[in-house]
């Protein structure tokens, strides 16, 4: 079977969707299967199954393009659910209805399509994604920083708030009179909210820009790090808090969805609504620390268990299976 595993054609190497579209060619091609990785471009064929990494800015434009609709697995990953969606339920169903199966990562994002299309019930499904666990893991070497590190993680744009995490951190150097450093690792996916970033940043040594880093300079960033800051405003399930949670890190992130769905506050990380919450939680983490010690093993053993990268590949594969069957004639 061969199998397209598409990402919007803007999306970075160490963005979400090419990372998880990785982690499902690794694991289809150990299953025996051949997938391969394409940023979305018109006339996309020769492929049996084509499975949609975003199902607004790809599942949709694949039916544009004279895809058979019954060969198309769509995964919801984040904006597409809680932004695209949101703004224009009746428009997006539209485009994607003939799509045979939809994969949320959440029951929550599940139940939010199925407000508005109930008669979508039967094609979707929720499969959780995954992370290696055997690369991102606790022990190993950490990088050479000045403490306490909050690091933040994933591409610069508006719905990340890299540039609140600026303000973040300032005030609560400013509130605890400690020296704690910012890192901030990811591609730029927008350049206003780069220059929001710099503009925050210029004159604070405290803030370190670190860029586009590689999956393999990641952990050693996350067993860094005292806290793992999410500022999203949007989230799917996100890979960095997964990996961040896989190294043992200490979780501290936005109270939304999608980080509800990883993040249970005071067991496997913690949550903050807004900059005061956000102060609280910081000096929650100073004052417990045998708590934190729980939370962090804690975080750890949650990925272990429930986001295998094997029990995510199993689950696609019958999806797919089921999609190739359904069109036998066009083998």
């Known amino acids: 079977m061969r199998i397209a595993l598409i990402i919007p054609e803007d999306t970075p190497p160490t963005g979400g969707n090419s990372i998880s579209a990785h982690r499902m060619q690794a694991a289809l091609a150990e299953a025996g299967h051949e997938a391969e990785m394409l940023l979305f471009r018109p006339q996309i064929r020769g492929f049996d199954v084509y499975h949609a990494w975003n199902a607004t800015r790809v599942g949709s434009r694949l039916v544009e393009d004279g895809i058979n609709p019954e060969q198309i697995v769509a995964t919801w990953t984040g904006t597409d659910l809680w932004q695209d969606w949101v703004a224009d339920p009746a428009g997006n169903k539209r485009r994607i209805d003939p799509i045979r199966y939809q994969v949320t990562f959440t029951e929550d994002g599940r139940t939010r399509l199925l407000q508005d299309a109930p008669d979508w019930e039967s094609r979707l499904v929720v499969i959780p994604p995954s992370v290696d666990i055997e690369h991102f893991e606790p022990q190993g070497p950490q990088v050479k ?83 793992f800051l999410n500022s999203s405003e949007v989230e799917g399930v996100s890979n960095a808090i997964m990996e961040a949670m896989a190294c043992g890190a200490l979780v501290l992130a936005t109270d939304i969805r999608g980080n509800r769905a990883l993040v249970a506050d005071e067991r496997t990380g913690l949550l903050f609504s807004d900059e005061v919450d956000f102060l609280a939680q910081v000096q929650y983490i100073q004052e417990h620390p045998r708590q934190v010690g729980e939370m962090r093993r804690a975080a750890r053993r949650q990925i272990v268990a429930r986001h295998s990268r094997s029990h995510e590949a199993k689950r696609y594969e019958r999806l797919y299976e089921d999609c190739f069957s359904i069109r036998g004639c066009c083998r």
Do not use: F
């Not at 591609?187 to 909210?193: F, N, S």
């Not at 710099?198 to 604070?204: L, T, V, Y």
């Open 145 to 227: 920083t000045v403490h306490p590190l909050i690091l933040v993680a994933g591409g610069v744009r508006p719905v990340k708030r890299s540039a609140w995490a600026v303000d973040l951190v300032e005030m609560l150097r400013e509130k605890t009179r400690r020296n704690y450093q910012l890192a901030i690792a990811g591609p730029v996916r927008e350049e206003g909210e780069w220059r929001r970033v710099q503009e925050r940043a210029a004159g604070k040594s405290w803030v370190h820009l670190l860029g586009n880093l590689s999956q393999d300079e990641m952990p050693a960033w996350y067993r860094a790090c005292d806290i």
